[in-house]
């Protein structure tokens, strides 16, 4: 295998866990991979599915990468539709009795990453990631940020696009600054920012 510069995107479902503790598991057998296929339909800019890992899709991109404007783009679209899909689910789900917690309870973050130790292999039907990057990436999925719908950009992401595009500000909200300390990897720089006013929008 050999590592290759690789994008790294991972919209993971806030409040699963509560969810599917909490709710009917009919109706949370129907509701979660709706999302997660609505998740990967909503995709647009080529990135390709490495793994579906029961609430979250792991999305990879090698080669030129996007526009920051259009990365970020296909966030909000990942996030809007996502939205949209709560309330038609609560909508089509009404009779049931935990229907009305499903946009309440459930939410999106997205993980970017970019790193230069990603490599592939193809597993069965699907392609595999192997890496540090990769590890980095799952890792950012556990932080300090203290709000539950945002995108997080890794300091790789970044770098990569200091050279070429970086902009701070959107039209909804301001890219803010963290890190986190991990086991084995160390300390993690990262922007991130709230994708709540979108739907306030």
Not at 37 to 62: C, M
């Amino acid at each position: 295998m050999k590592a290759t510069p690789t994008l790294l995107c991972i919209p993971d479902i806030s409040g699963f866990t509560e969810f599917m503790s909490g709710t009917d598991f009919d109706l949370s057998s129907k509701v979660i991979p709706t999302l997660l296929n609505k998740i990967i339909y909503s995709n647009k800019i080529g990135l390709k599915v490495s793994e579906i890992e029961g609430d979250a899709v792991l999305f990879f991109k090698t080669g030129k990468m996007p526009p920051l404007k259009k990365l970020i783009e296909q966030c909000e679209s990942f996030y809007l539709e996502f939205y949209e899909q709560l309330v038609v689910l609560r909508e089509q789900f009404k009779e049931d009795k935990d229907a009305p917690v499903i946009p309440e309870v459930l939410g999106l973050k997205i993980i970017l990453h970019f790193g230069e130790e990603v490599a592939a292999t193809k597993v069965g039907n699907r392609i595999k990631l192997f890496g540090e990057d990769l590890i980095i990436a799952h890792r950012l999925l556990k932080n300090k940020i203290r709000m539950d719908e945002y995108i997080l950009l890794s300091e790789g992401l970044t770098k990569y696009y200091e050279e070429h595009d970086l902009d701070t500000e959107f039209d909804w909200g301001v890219l803010k600054k963290n890190h986190n300390e991990y086991d084995h990897v160390g300390k993690i720089h990262y922007h991130y920012i709230n994708l709540k006013p979108l739907v306030k929008k």
